[in-house]
């Protein structure tokens, strides 16, 4: 079965960095597209970075554009995510999704998630 287990979340302070990772398994990981997403204490839910199958290209919220960096090591079935200059707004639990095709889109499965806390 399909499963996504994010790791690297944590507290960092304003300007700091975190790395995201998620590990993925039970399926054909280079053949489709994934996604990160977000969602704050009392916010909907954010789509924050997405990557091709191939990692030929990328998609950031305008939120997270020029911070964050999305990629992708197919051959270790891992997407990571780099959070660079962290804002107290980017708190939020981050999912790893896992798209439906090999371009970014909807997905169709998720992680349980990995706390992130920007906090001096």
């Known amino acids: 079965q399909v499963q996504l287990v994010e790791s690297g979340g944590g507290l960092a302070q304003p300007g700091g960095s975190l790395r995201l990772s998620c590990a993925a398994s039970?399926?054909?990981?280079?053949?489709?597209?994934m996604i990160w997403a977000r969602q704050a204490p009392g916010k909907g839910l954010e789509w924050v970075s997405g990557i091709y199958s191939d990692g030929s290209d990328t998609y950031y919220a305008d939120s997270v554009k020029g911070r964050f960096t999305i990629s992708r090591d197919n051959a270790k079935n891992t997407v990571y995510l780099q959070m660079n200059s962290l804002k107290p707004e980017d708190r939020a639990l981050y999912y790893c999704?896992?798209?439906?095709?090999?371009?970014?889109?909807?997905?169709?499965?998720w992680g349980q998630g990995t706390q992130v806390t920007v906090s001096s």
């Open positions: 039970g399926f054909t990981f280079s053949s489709y597209a």
């Open positions: 999704t896992k798209g439906v095709a090999g371009v970014v889109g909807l997905p169709d499965y």
